[in-house]
DNA sequence: ATTCGCAAAGTTTTT
DNA sequence: CTTTGCGAAT
């Protein structure tokens, strides 16, 4: 066989990468080839002649569209393929179609915060009575009624189900907030267009013609909404292929539904179905122990998953005394394991089931000078001062953005105080006009003072002086928004430490805009600016080129694979969670997750629990997780740290469908121990011959220098080392700097745009007012202090 | 209108 | 042990 699409391939991938015309379900277990196989499926369907703009790929991540981009480019060169997630590709046909579900063309995105805030302020404002439950448990359940296709006006409480019956008021209100605010959270994004594909069969007929092959990556994490929407374009032309396996489904809380995966084959009866079922990843030794645990769950498809990779180690099960000395012992086998030159840092990845547990293994790590990163949520997009700023932004694409007005009307403040803004909230409800509209007529309302109705109607001619600017590159605009209203003046002025620091934040949101700029050259792209920046997560950014031990939850490591691996606290309560204790499905998705986490490795799995642990400040004599009984420990290398615990392990039921007993379970306060201080587990180790620790890089601490700033073509777009050299080089400029010109006198820099030679800046001058120059040839200079 | 202090709660989180 | 939110106090 000399196609290169199907060189190396297998027979059953060789089957799929062909199939092209009806349904396909690619089960493909772990480290199964399966984005190889997917890809090179599309550029075969490319290669009989179908045309680009047909075919449609949707992923759940961006990291995932990306990847596989990059890749059909690599197959197909100059092949535009629309590959996306399902939100960024519902966000583009809302931008089209919203006018049928009542939405205009630049609505804003919500996120999870902004839709919270206004689910607060909905209840605040109707005064409804939400009994015990907090708004969290109310989202959660408007999200579960969303993401099952059941709109605000079909909703119907179940009878006797109390929170049922507090989102039956709450929902309906909380939809019209968005409607009038011209928003959508993000389960409206995919509820609205599976609605209006519903109800608009001429539209639907459109799309399913358009998109005629169209495939779907994680398919077993797809919710109602999902599953709709894909099944709503594939009825005409039904050339739909899912990709997925059952077994790593760990969404089922967010709403994924197990069932379109299992049975895919019933929705579509002439299904060609591949199964992947040989591992290109891992040991034997490590497959059979994750294919022995998963085997106990119910709901599934049996794989039969085998590898021609060798044995390798055994899978390693560490009983620690603590989780010091597991955390300590870790860090100390990746350093000998490092010096000894067997592996680099980036070779090792650690997981826990719940952010909390990295604490201790941070400490280790920093003590024992292992360079690490944290894959967490701590995100930049959602810090303070970047949502401030983005909501400015906003609030010009979109002036009924209510939740960006509330967010900026007093920031800086401006004296318009929490009931003011009430009474103005009260009336632009009632009269169902957007807040930022009836700031400028505030007079109308009723019982506001008059230092309120000034300042209102001010923000408001701000506001409309500065939309004037939106068809501005966004790193101007932000400039200009960011010296008018007051925002950075307010941030320079104040002395507090972290006004210093969000400060810098907001010129690396500057940096962000900067390179958006270039890469979307042209008037008029403040709203693609906006939704990117809402649809991306801050792991986006994270670099897998670093040199760095990754530590992360479990469920962040779906998707990816290290030569070692690292998965700690197996213990009872944490992995299973304590909260999936009652629902034999959620211990389902636990076990999923366990077997999620194990075939992440290539070669060395290590199990890790402690017999005591410090959770919550508190420590606690743990249970070793039921998981532990699953597997084939009698082939593992056990190692005790501490002292024998094994011996408890005969009291346990022990085999498939069998649950451990209810009385030891992480949490239960009669275990708790108390007094003890000093765990005794230190290892010691030689740290000074060790590198100089090395400080831990978070996602969070700075995503933008890596941001849009990873193809060797764009690095080139940075070289300013051509063009007529300055005086002083652009680069010194900076947003709100003052600066000196010899005619005009000292001016400072309202915004800054382009880069290199055309870099501009636009600098107000006391007594000339705006001037526009470029940098390059400019005779402006950096004024002192 | 901010600031401080205390109480309460605390999985996972592709977008 | 944290973080977060709310209420009271300046």
């Not at 906003?394 to 002036?399: D, F, G, M, S, V």
């Not at 709100?736 to 010899?742: I, K, S």
């Amino acid at each position: 066989m000399d196609d290169p699409l199907l060189a190396n391939l297998t027979q059953a991938q060789q089957d799929a990468v062909l199939h092209v015309d009806g349904p396909l379900l690619i089960l493909a277990g772990p480290g199964s080839g399966k984005t190889r196989v997917v890809t090179h499926r599309i550029a075969n369907l490319l290669r009989t002649g179908i045309h680009a703009n047909r075919i449609l790929a949707l992923t759940f991540t961006n990291k995932a569209a990306e990847e596989m981009r990059r890749r059909v480019e690599r197959l197909a060169p100059g092949k535009p393929v629309w590959v996306s997630t399902f939100h960024r590709f519902c966000a583009k046909l809302l931008r089209e179609h919203g006018r049928l579900v009542g939405l205009n063309e630049n609505f804003t995105i919500y996120d999870t915060s902004d839709s919270q805030s206004t689910l607060k302020r909905t209840i605040d404002l109707l005064d409804i009575d939400t009994g015990h439950f907090t708004p969290q448990q109310i989202a959660h359940h408007i999200s579960w009624a969303k993401n099952n296709l059941i709109p605000a006006a079909q909703y119907q409480p179940r009878p006797g189900h109390p929170l049922g019956a507090v989102v039956a008021k709450i929902y309906p209100a909380y939809q019209q907030a968005l409607l009038q605010a011209n928003a959508v959270d993000f389960d409206d994004m995919l509820l609205h267009v599976a609605m209006l594909l519903r109800e608009n069969p001429e539209v639907r007929t459109l799309l399913d013609a358009r998109f005629r092959y169209i495939l779907v990556d994680e398919y077993q994490d797809t919710n109602l909404a999902q599953y709709a929407i894909v099944r709503a374009l594939s009825m005409d032309y039904p050339n739909l292929s899912v990709t997925g396996d059952p077994d790593q489904s760990i969404y089922g809380w967010r709403g994924a539904n197990l069932s379109n995966i299992l049975e895919f084959e019933h929705d579509y009866p002439d299904v060609n179905v591949v199964r992947l079922e040989q591992n290109y990843r891992s040991t034997k030794a490590i497959l059979r122990a994750a294919a022995t645990l998963i085997a106990y769950n119910k709901k599934r498809k049996e794989k039969d998953l085998f590898t021609d990779n060798g044995e390798g180690d055994p899978v390693r099960l560490t009983t620690y005394f603590s989780n010091r000395e597991e955390a300590q012992s870790i860090a100390s086998r990746i350093v000998s394991d490092i010096r000894a030159g067997r592996r680099r840092p980036r070779d090792f990845a650690i997981f826990y089931r719940v952010n909390a547990l990295s604490r201790s293994l941070e400490f280790a790590f920093r003590d024992a000078g292992v360079p690490y990163q944290i894959v967490n949520g701590v995100e930049f997009f959602q810090r303070q001062e970047i949502k401030d700023v983005m909501s400015y932004l906003r609030l010009l694409n979109n002036p009924s953005d209510d939740e960006a007005f509330l967010r900026v009307v007093n920031t800086p403040a401006r004296g318009i105080g929490k009931t003011s803004l009430k009474r103005l909230a009260e009336h632009a409800r009632s009269h169902r006009v957007p807040m930022l509209a009836l700031a400028g007529r505030a007079e109308t309302v009723e019982g506001l003072g008059k230092k309120p109705v000034a300042a209102l109607r001010e923000f408001a001619i701000l506001i409309d002086r500065l939309s004037q600017l939106t068809l501005k590159p966004v790193e101007e605009l932000l400039g200009h928004v960011l010296s008018e209203s007051g925002y950075q003046a307010h941030l320079q002025a104040s002395d507090e430490a972290a006004d210093e620091e969000r400060l810098a934040n907001v010129e690396e949101l500057l940096t962000v805009a900067r390179d958006f700029d270039e890469r979307t050259p042209g008037e008029g792209h403040l709203e693609e600016f906006l939704e990117e920046i809402c649809l991306v997560n801050d792991t986006d950014f994270l670099d897998g080129e670093e040199d760095r031990v990754t530590l992360m939850t479990l469920h962040a490591s779906k998707g990816l694979e290290f030569p070692v691996v690292f998965l700690t606290a197996v213990e009872h309560g944490l992995l299973p969670h304590e909260r999936s204790r009652e629902h034999p499905d959620e211990l389902e998705e636990e076990r999923r997750l366990m077997f999620v986490g194990m075939t992440r490795a290539q070669e060395e799995l290590n199990l890790s629990m402690a017999r005591y642990r410090e959770f919550r400040g508190q420590r606690r004599l743990t249970v070793p997780s039921q998981f532990l009984m699953e597997l084939p420990v009698a082939e593992f290398e056990r190692n005790e740290a501490a002292e024998n615990v094994w011996h408890d392990f005969a009291e346990y039921p022990a085999g498939p469908g069998s649950s451990t007993s209810d009385d030891h379970h992480f949490g239960d306060d009669s275990h708790a121990e108390q007094g003890t201080d000093d765990d005794g587990g230190d290892i010691s180790f030689d740290v000074d011959s060790f590198d100089a620790p090395t400080a831990p890089t978070k996602s969070a601490a700075a995503p933008a220098p890596n941001y849009a700033l990873q193809t060797a073509a764009q690095l080139a777009g940075h070289d300013r080392s051509q063009g007529a050299p300055p005086a002083v080089s652009p680069d010194v400029f900076h947003q709100g700097m003052v600066v000196r010109h010899p005619e005009y006198g000292v001016g400072k820099i309202l915004a800054l745009s382009g880069a290199g030679v055309k870099r501009m800046a636009t600098v107000s001058f006391p007594t000339h007012g705006q001037k526009k120059f470029m940098l390059a040839v400019s005779p402006l200079r950096p004024v002192k202090g």
